[in-house]
């Protein structure tokens, strides 16, 4: 982890603002409008609040997009952080274990932030598949294969763990439900994770960041490492590389809802479909950010985004450590104790998301920049 003291003004903004957005809604911020389910009336924000849940096992909501998202676009990053280790002479060799280091500190981080207390005497008692040790091993790997690989062999890795996760899933026996099992119970993730897999798992009997969805997970920073290459190329102009992010998204979209007939979409195994989809989405995304904000030049409506994204670590250990909620209530109460009960976790869950942006906006006023 290391502190920038001056931001990089050369940096795609859109790409930061994708993060940011992003990173708000997986660290929590979209609670005050999950907690609006039901109150306003409006069938429009009661659609909107069933979007930020997940769905029981098979199916897909838009929050389901959002840890896939996040993926994506660390592999965006990677394109660009290679590349200009590359330039500056850096060796494979020093890129693998500033890639490698970063994986360590990610999965640190991650125990810290599943675990707490964490019970370092007993490790039987710690969940050890977490967000931000997915986020790590997925991007460390993307690295390798990175400065191995062009992008058409990238794209025959993604074609390949695709098809071998799918091949695995439907061929391989589980114990007392055979082959082919999609259910909770019997498929050969949670089989895996349960006989392989060591200390507490989320679904106590399955964990969705455990062993076996990790490689289709790698996929995810895989396309965005084209995604970033198609960004990075100085000789393609700007409306060009929209459609070419536009065009895999086109492609990758059906294809993964085509798959879904067979091996249905579900966040909980990272589906071969499910990647896909979210995939093309995520380039799709990313066009629509960078058009957006990079192309046209509209800036300022993201700023917001862009002050998260600049301390996306920040943004999500924060949630986790310090009890936002306690001290919106302490400061806000006052404020909104007049209106019916049922609206004072909305407006408490608005008065945290203030709270954690004013802090991580006098970050990026010192020009402090913790990166991983």
């Excluded at 990758?252 to 879904?260: A, M, S, T």
């Excluded at 670590?313 to 104790?337: C, H, P, W």
Aim: glycine share 10%.
């Amino acid at each position: 982890m290391n502190e920038n003291a001056t931001f990089r003004s050369r940096r795609l903004l859109s790409i930061d603002a994708l993060r940011g957005f992003d990173m708000l809604l997986i660290a929590g911020g979209g609670a005050f409008i999950e907690r609006s389910h039901g109150l306003t009336g409006m069938r429009w924000i009661d659609w909107l609040a069933t979007q930020l849940t997940h769905p029981a096992w098979n199916g897909f909501t838009f929050y389901d997009f959002i840890f896939p998202l996040f993926l994506f676009i660390a592999g965006v990053s990677l394109s660009f952080s290679l590349q200009s280790g590359l330039e500056r002479g850096m060796s494979k060799a020093a890129l693998y274990k500033k890639a490698f280091n970063r994986f360590l500190i990610l999965f640190i981080l991650g125990l810290i932030d599943k675990n707490t207390p964490l019970d370092l005497f007993h490790p039987a008692n710690i969940r050890y598949g977490t967000v931000l040790g997915r986020i790590g091993i997925t991007t460390l790997v993307a690295a390798i294969l990175y400065l191995n690989f062009g992008g058409r062999a990238r794209l025959a890795w993604v074609s390949g763990i695709l098809l071998a996760y799918y091949a695995a899933v439907f061929l391989i026996p589980v114990p007392g439900y055979g082959a082919g099992d999609l259910s909770f119970e019997g498929n050969l993730v949670g089989w895996i994770d349960r006989t392989f897999m060591p200390g507490i798992l989320k679904q106590e009997t399955y964990d969705e960041n455990a062993l076996l969805t990790t490689f289709p997970a790698i996929c995810l920073p895989l396309l965005g490492t084209l995604a970033g290459d198609i960004l990075r190329n100085t000789e393609r102009p700007e409306k060009t590389k929209i459609g070419y992010l536009c065009a895999l998204g086109a492609i990758l979209v059906p294809l993964g809802l085509i798959w879904g007939l067979s091996f249905p979409i579900n966040k909980h195994m990272w589906s071969s479909s499910f990647i896909l989809l979210t995939g093309g989405m995520a380039f799709f995304m990313l066009a629509l950010f960078y058009g957006i904000i990079d192309v046209l030049g509209y800036r300022r409506w993201c700023f917001f985004f862009e002050v998260i994204g600049a301390n996306s670590i920040v943004v999500y250990m924060a949630y986790r450590l310090i009890d936002f909620n306690y001290t919106s209530k302490l400061l806000f109460e006052g404020l909104y104790m007049n209106f019916h009960e049922k609206w004072h976790p909305v407006f408490n869950a608005l008065g945290a998301l203030a709270l954690v942006w004013l802090l991580l906006y006098f970050l990026y006023r010192k020009r402090i920049f913790i990166k991983v």
